[in-house]
């Protein structure tokens, strides 16, 4: 349990208790022993959040994300709600590393991981993915209101200016789209594999756009 100390900080403890007992076997009493494992506590949870997170962005990491994605699926067919995944990477980003080097790289992934979180909602859950890519589970968004959301990110990444040694950096995104069809069990896996195909028609099409998953297969 976490208890306040006089400082007016507060420690993690661990309490074991038992009965005491008189001479005839009736209980008189509990007593205790009271060990502070603060920073014991304090370990496990910097060790969760390295599992966990991303160390450059600070964001959810793949493996995180995977398990989280699979718990939205049970969650949403269960209670027949609808769910969304965003996929998104920079354009040219390699062009990015090449002409700024990588250490500016470095500074967009961060300022684009600080605006998704400034625009996603509490119950969202944003990622990493990998390299240059992330990824944004929506949960209760149907299509709609998913396509609502990254049209507007899009935007404010259009705008959006990294500076990284008097340079000036601006960045566009290509993103793709997927919605959880509840008529039909559908896996991670497979959510993910149309969210990275409609990605994948937004850079056809030219990229710095977003492409649902069924407009991008009506499309074929």
């Given at each position: 349990m976490?208890?306040?100390?006089?400082d007016?900080?507060?420690?993690?403890?661990?309490?074991?208790?038992?009965?005491?007992?008189?001479?005839?076997g009736?209980?008189i009493?509990?007593?205790?022993?009271?060990?502070?494992?603060?920073e014991?506590?304090?370990?496990?949870?910097?060790?969760?959040?390295?599992?966990?997170?991303?160390?450059?962005?600070?964001?959810?990491?793949?493996?995180?994300?995977?398990?989280?994605?699979?718990?939205?699926?049970?969650?949403?067919?269960?209670?027949?709600?609808?769910?969304?995944?965003?996929?998104?990477d920079?354009?040219y980003?390699?062009?990015?590393?090449?002409?700024?080097?990588?250490?500016?790289?470095?500074?967009?992934?961060?300022?684009?991981?600080?605006?998704?979180?400034d625009?996603?909602?509490?119950?969202?859950?944003?990622?990493?993915?990998?390299?240059?890519?992330?990824?944004?589970?929506?949960?209760?968004?149907?299509?709609?209101?998913?396509?609502?959301?990254?049209?507007?990110?899009?935007?404010?990444?259009?705008?959006?200016?990294?500076?990284?040694?008097?340079?000036?950096?601006?960045?566009?995104?290509?993103?793709?789209?997927?919605?959880?069809?509840?008529?039909?069990?559908?896996?991670?896996?497979?959510?993910?594999?149309?969210?990275?195909?409609?990605?994948?028609?937004?850079?056809?099409?030219?990229?710095?756009?977003?492409?649902?998953?069924?407009?991008?297969?009506?499309?074929?």
């Amino acid at each position: 349990m976490q208890l306040r100390h006089k400082d007016g900080g507060s420690r993690w403890v661990e309490v074991s208790e038992g009965p005491v007992f008189d001479a005839s076997g009736k209980v008189i009493g509990i007593e205790g022993i009271v060990h502070d494992v603060t920073e014991h506590k304090e370990m496990e949870e910097k060790l969760n959040i390295l599992a966990t997170t991303d160390g450059l962005t600070n964001l959810y990491n793949r493996i995180h994300f995977n398990e989280k994605l699979k718990d939205e699926i049970l969650r949403a067919t269960r209670f027949k709600t609808p769910l969304s995944l965003l996929m998104l990477d920079i354009d040219y980003f390699k062009n990015i590393n090449d002409s700024y080097g990588h250490q500016a790289g470095d500074a967009c992934l961060v300022a684009l991981a600080s605006l998704l979180k400034d625009l996603s909602r509490s119950v969202d859950t944003c990622a990493r993915y990998g390299g240059d890519e992330f990824i944004i589970i929506l949960p209760q968004t149907p299509p709609d209101n998913a396509m609502n959301f990254a049209a507007r990110l899009r935007q404010k990444v259009e705008a959006l200016t990294v500076q990284h040694d008097n340079q000036v950096i601006q960045l566009t995104m290509s993103m793709g789209i997927n919605a959880l069809n509840l008529t039909e069990e559908k896996s991670a896996e497979e959510f993910l594999r149309g969210v990275d195909s409609a990605l994948y028609a937004a850079k056809e099409r030219g990229r710095n756009c977003v492409v649902s998953y069924s407009r991008a297969n009506s499309s074929k």
